[in-house]
């Protein structure tokens, strides 16, 4: 029942839109009625009056907890929606509106060029744009000044709602004397989901090293390939680079953590069990199948590749992964998982999201709405780890009490946007090969930002960036796909 019904066919879907005439009022009807059926915390939500809201978007926000994590974090931090039409095309293509330069946001207001997706049109993209560039300003506001109006304005140009939007960036480049002012066109970017494969000689042997962006349906036929080169090359370890991996499909996350662990350890085994709220304790209140977990998978799925292949295996003990901010949902599951099983996760670089949580995609009236309606544990029950993981000399959470997030072996690394990343030298991926050849005493966490915005920050004035969400992602099979 829609406000504005669509008519025709989705082109995605190849079935016809199941819209109706209604009213608002009917659209956050059906918002009430399916948070309080799935949402995980459907009992903490604060029931309001739902014809006291004049936009779906201002009721969807207040369907959720208001409680906080042990660190004083929203237990809710992924709550969002998507045009349907985005959605549809991002999760099954890789594509969205962007441009080739992807930023990462550092502590909420540092924004940088993190790198740049080989497969932008020209328009969107600065050929002489590269990583470690700095953001200064966006049409016109600078960051270091912005305040909670101006705020929007940066944000709607780092992150653009449609293709053909034009904005301006006064950047900085590494070692460059002054700033430069380009302006980049949004198109439809298609993702790279792994971006580097290489072997490092040590003195130990060969060492992979694999960049892994995103877990979306492209991502399984080229984490197959890049395995299968790793495999070919004879690698006795392997750097996972997971920093920017918001995560994606969980299918996909198994297919991982299986061909970095290989058969011995998995076969049979609990990659991930899924536990829905107290409603609905055996089935699966969305597909209605009794609720099964999700083992290691030891052939592909059929996301981007014909389903029921072998996957190659490198049968390894332990793996360092790199992590930030965004490492997120479904990569933050390799790392439990392989867990799970006994294997060793040394962790460098810095906490990660703290999303043990995931949902299903739903569309009503052309908006998707991304609602928890899950968590996930590993093959040992353990799961819970809402303030993500942390190296374990990473800094205490701002109250002092307690680690930042579940502490594993490994270094506290800032990001390090003065080296491409796969440069041995890279500050992460050097840190991950000093503690590979037997160097486990870290190096110095990262402390404090320098310049007049980490000033802002430190007395509380700075505003904070949004980031893309997608890269918060944990997502069960889609309807598109059979089992």
């Given at each position: 029942?829609?406000q ?128 470690g ?66 072997a ?55 297919e ?44 592909t799925q ?16 332990q ?96 990001d ?35 310049g ?14 949004a980031t ?16």
């Amino acid at each position: 029942m829609c406000q504005t019904p669509r008519t025709g066919i989705d082109p995605f879907t190849n079935v016809a839109y199941p819209d109706k005439a209604g009213k608002l009022l009917d659209e956050n009807n059906w918002l009430r009625s399916w948070s309080n059926d799935l949402y995980l915390w459907y009992d903490e939500i604060v029931d309001q009056d739902p014809s006291l809201f004049t936009s779906t978007a201002d009721y969807f926000a207040v369907l959720k907890t208001t409680a906080t994590t042990a660190s004083g974090s929203p237990k809710d931090k992924f709550h969002f929606t998507y045009t349907t039409a985005q959605w549809e095309s991002l999760s099954q293509s890789g594509v969205q509106a962007g441009y080739g330069p992807q930023w990462a946001i550092v502590d909420g207001s540092l924004v940088y060029v993190s790198f740049i997706e080989p497969l932008a049109p020209a328009g969107a993209n600065d050929p002489s744009l590269a990583r470690g560039a700095q953001v200064l300003a966006v049409d016109g506001v600078e960051l270091a000044t912005a305040t909670q109006t101006s705020v929007a304005t940066i944000n709607a140009g780092l992150f653009p709602a449609t293709v053909g939007e034009s904005h301006s960036f006064q950047v900085q480049d590494l070692n460059a004397s002054n700033p430069r002012t380009i302006t980049l066109v949004s198109a439809s970017v298609t993702a790279t989901p792994v971006m580097a494969t290489q072997a490092l000689p040590t003195a130990s042997g060969a060492v992979g090293y694999l960049l892994f962006n995103d877990q979306l349906a492209t991502s399984e036929s080229a984490m197959v390939s890049a395995i299968t080169r790793l495999q070919s090359l004879g690698v006795t370890d392997l750097v996972l680079d997971i920093r920017y991996n918001g995560g994606g499909y969980l299918d996909i996350a198994s297919e991982v953590a299986y061909m970095i662990a290989g058969a011995g350890p998995t076969s049979g085994v609990t990659f991930e069990e899924t536990e829905f709220n107290k409603k609905h304790p055996t089935v699966d209140p969305v597909t209605l199948k009794t609720i099964t977990p999700v083992l290691f998978h030891n052939t592909t799925q059929g996301f981007s590749t014909t389903a029921g292949l072998p996957l190659p295996t490198l049968n390894l003990k332990q793996v360092f992964v790199l992590t930030g901010a965004d490492t997120c949902s479904a990569s933050e599951a390799i790392i439990n998982g392989l867990l799970g099983v006994g294997v060793k996760v040394v962790q460098i670089g810095s906490t990660t999201c703290g999303k043990p949580y995931g949902f299903y995609p739903q569309d009503n009236c052309g908006t998707t709405y991304f609602s928890i309606e899950f968590q996930g544990v590993n093959a040992q029950g353990v799961g819970g780890y809402s303030d993500g993981f942390s190296p374990q000399n990473e800094s205490l959470s701002t109250n002092g009490s307690v680690p930042v997030g579940v502490t594993l072996p490994g270094c506290s690394v800032a990001d390090d946007f003065s080296h491409a990343l796969g440069d041995p030298n890279e500050g992460r991926l050097a840190a991950a090969l000093a503690y590979q050849a037997g160097n486990t005493s870290c190096p110095m966490p990262a402390t404090g930002l320098a310049g007049p915005l980490a000033a802002r920050m430190r007395a509380g004035n700075a505003v904070r960036l949004a980031t893309s969400p997608p890269h918060a992602l944990r997502l069960l099979r889609p309807a598109w796909m059979s089992r």
